[in-house]
């Protein structure tokens, strides 16, 4: 065994010496002209630059080697009329020859100095030629360099957009609407897309931006080269979009890492979380300079809101974009000695909802008496510039139109949820939280396996089965359900198979139901927002749009992250919520009554009014949904029985 390990060996060494002895034997046969040749390409990669100095180089040779043969044989003693002005001379002309191919037109003399001039421009025209194509090769090289979007943006206090999704149109939208008083207001999105794609795609689908101006790059977000074309040190927010596929939170969290690598001093950013078992990676990684937004959780609250009561969905749309009334914050307000209660009713088109402290802690609707001292008014405006120097309100109140209806607590309630996908945990989740005990849900869905959470409230039932059969839908979708909601199956088809599917379900239960004062509400979750206006064909009450009203909510937090625990507080069970109550608890049915009326009537019952649903107002141009937000002071109601008052109330 020994020999045959030493045997081994030996033959291991002499292959190692045998293989290794030629390579340092081709090594020393390395010749000049080898080498010579290595040194050129290695130039020549070096690009435009060397390409050119090399062709100078060859024009150089060229004139010294032709201007030197006019002189060394003193060609020009064959003209007459000749001019000798020396060797530099000679030179000079060499030069206007390779050129100039027209300088030989004007030669004289003998055959031979015709013959070398002209060989000399035939030299010239290929090295003019070659300068020529290497020119223009570099600038269609740069152009196309400058078309990929790899150049750094110089630009400063600007809103950074990393990632692409569909939710980039919305976005860009929303913040076109918020720039629009702004001076050269600036969006840079940087994506792992073709620039000249973006930009195509942008003016496509946004043609008019309202004087923003969107500046594209192409890179990846994680890579902290890229990422430096966008200029994030310089920015005024930063938005993180997730990139949709099987796990778009891993580019969220590596995105905010790159980010903050260096430093947690910087642009404020805000970025969405699909799955909430990231949330605290996120959180952790941002270190309080980001705002986390739980996509799957919030898309649920809403629906669950929005199934509470018809109408919601055009409240919670109007206060998170930026067109129409959206919230704000008044510092200014010289009200720090009064109460809460007492400033509701002091500005014309301006509606106050709550109270901001120094330490960002946000309360809506809070007691009457509650002074405001430091704290910020949190209200609802239509433009930032709404607040200075606001006109005060001269509405009168019409005491005798005050009605104290006490209204009517809830009951347990019958619940129908179609279709099942990610978010449906948490919208059942939600439910429970809502729901009076001994409520009931029905869950009917032919996809996905259903998953319940610990429930207190709600008595579930699975059923499966085809949601989109009628003969189905027939034995589960009753008048006496109290609310109705229908979930895509974005979990299994994609995007448009899945927002089919849907809008056929909203038809059948939409006829199975009617669509009368009675008929319990009917809530919807599309994924693609142009398949909204086919919704409305159904008589939806409401549709959630899922993408879109997260859109919303990132564009309003890139503007101002002090929005956070407000939105928090409108969507969380605890705390103050937004309802949509019957008018008449308010005031009597049949009078015609200013909106200060309103407001007044619903500070007595300890809540806060700020819009209003005119039922005979559906349908119109105005609002097609009837809901009016921040109506002025002194704009009139005549109150119906079905009207409803916007208002935000602890229950």
């Known amino acids: 065994m020994g020999q045959t390990g030493r045997q081994m060996r030996a033959r291991t060494k002499g292959a190692i010496g045998a293989s290794s002895g030629p390579r340092r034997q081709s090594a020393a046969k390395v010749g000049g002209a080898e080498r010579l040749r290595y040194a050129f390409d290695n130039s020549m990669a070096r690009g435009t630059p060397a390409l050119v100095a090399w062709l100078a180089a060859a024009t150089f040779v060229l004139i010294l080697v032709f201007g030197t043969i006019v002189a060394l044989f003193n060609m020009r003693d064959d003209d007459p009329g000749a001019q000798h002005q020396g060797f530099f001379w000679e030179l000079f002309q060499a030069l206007m020859h390779a050129l100039d191919?027209?300088?030989?037109?004007?030669?004289?003399?003998?055959?031979?100095?015709?013959?070398?001039?002209?060989?000399?421009?035939?030299?010239?025209?290929?090295?003019?030629?070659?300068?020529?194509?290497?020119?223009?090769?570099?600038?269609?090289?740069?152009?196309?360099?400058?078309?990929?979007?790899?150049?750094?943006?110089?630009?400063?206090?600007?809103?950074?957009?990393?990632?692409?999704?569909?939710?980039?149109?919305?976005?860009?939208?929303?913040?076109?609407?918020?720039?629009e008083s702004a001076k050269s207001p600036v969006v840079v999105i940087l994506a792992d897309r073709d620039k000249v794609e973006m930009e195509e795609d942008i003016r496509e689908k946004l043609p008019d931006l309202k004087g923003t101006r969107v500046v594209c790059r192409s890179g990846s977000p994680i890579d902290l080269g890229d990422l430096a074309l966008s200029s994030p040190e310089a920015a005024r927010s930063i938005i993180v979009l997730g990139s949709g596929g099987d796990d778009p939170d891993s580019e969220v969290i590596k995105t905010l890492l790159a980010l903050t690598h260096n430093s947690q001093d910087g642009a404020p950013i805000v970025a969405e979380i699909s799955d909430p078992e990231n949330l605290g990676t996120a959180r952790m990684l941002a270190k309080g300079r980001a705002v986390i937004v739980d996509k799957r959780g919030t898309v649920a609250r809403l629906i669950v809101q929005t199934s509470r009561q018809s109408g919601a969905a055009a409240v919670y749309t109007e206060l998170f974009d930026f067109d129409g009334d959206e919230i704000y914050f008044h510092s200014a307000h010289g009200a720090g000695a009064r109460a809460y209660g007492d400033v509701l009713n002091d500005i014309e088109n301006v509606a106050v909802i709550g109270l901001l402290d120094a330490d960002g802690t946000a309360v809506l609707n809070p007691a009457m008496d509650t002074v405001i001292g430091e704290q910020a008014l949190i209200v609802v405006a239509s433009d930032d510039s709404a607040l200075n120097s606001p006109p005060a309100s001269s509405a009168a109140v019409d005491e005798g139109a005050i009605t104290a209806v006490e209204g009517r607590g809830e009951q347990p309630s019958q619940a129908l949820l179609l279709?099942?996908?990610?978010?449906?945990?948490?919208?059942?989740?939600?439910?429970?939280?809502?729901?009076?005990?001994?409520?009931?849900?029905?869950?009917?869905?032919?996809?996905?396996?259903?998953?319940?959470?610990?429930?207190?409230?709600?008595?579930?039932?699975?059923?499966?089965?085809?949601?989109?059969?009628?003969?189905?839908?027939?034995?589960?979708?009753?008048?006496?359900?109290?609310?109705?909601?229908?979930?895509c199956y974005s979990d299994d088809l994609d995007v448009q198979q899945a927002d089919a599917r849907t809008l056929v379900t909203l038809l059948h239960v939409r006829d199975i139901v009617g669509d009368g004062p009675e008929s319990p509400a009917v809530v919807s979750e599309l994924l693609d927002d142009r398949n909204r206006a086919l919704a409305e064909v159904a008589a939806v009450d409401d549709v959630i749009v899922s993408d879109k009203i997260l859109s919303l909510m990132l564009s309003q937090l890139s503007e101002d992250r002090r929005l956070e625990p407000v939105f928090i507080d409108l969507l969380d069970a605890d705390g103050a919520e937004i309802y949509l109550r019957p008018a008449d608890w308010y005031v009597r049915a049949g009078s015609t009554v200013s909106f200060a009326t309103i407001v007044e009537a619903a500070r007595r019952r300890g809540e806060t009014a700020f819009g209003y649903r005119a039922v005979d107002r559906i349908g119109s141009e105005v609002s097609p949904s009837g809901v009016f937000v921040n109506p002025g002071k002194a704009e009139t109601f005549t109150i119906s029985a079905e009207d409803r008052v916007v208002v935000l109330a602890e229950d």
């Open 101 to 179: 191919p027209g300088t030989v037109a004007g030669d004289s003399g003998t055959w031979r100095f015709l013959l070398t001039m002209l060989a000399l421009t035939l030299a010239g025209l290929f090295i003019v030629s070659a300068l020529i194509g290497i020119i223009a090769a570099g600038i269609d090289a740069k152009i196309a360099d400058l078309q990929r979007g790899r150049s750094r943006v110089i630009e400063s206090g600007h809103t950074v957009i990393l990632g692409w999704s569909e939710a980039v149109y919305t976005i860009l939208a929303e913040l076109a609407v918020a720039n």
């Open 419 to 487: 279709g099942w996908n990610e978010r449906a945990y948490t919208v059942v989740q939600e439910l429970d939280a809502y729901a009076e005990p001994g409520s009931t849900l029905t869950i009917l869905t032919e996809m996905g396996e259903p998953v319940l959470p610990d429930l207190a409230n709600l008595t579930p039932t699975i059923v499966r089965g085809r949601t989109t059969a009628r003969s189905v839908l027939d034995q589960y979708v009753t008048t006496d359900l109290d609310q109705i909601i229908v979930l």
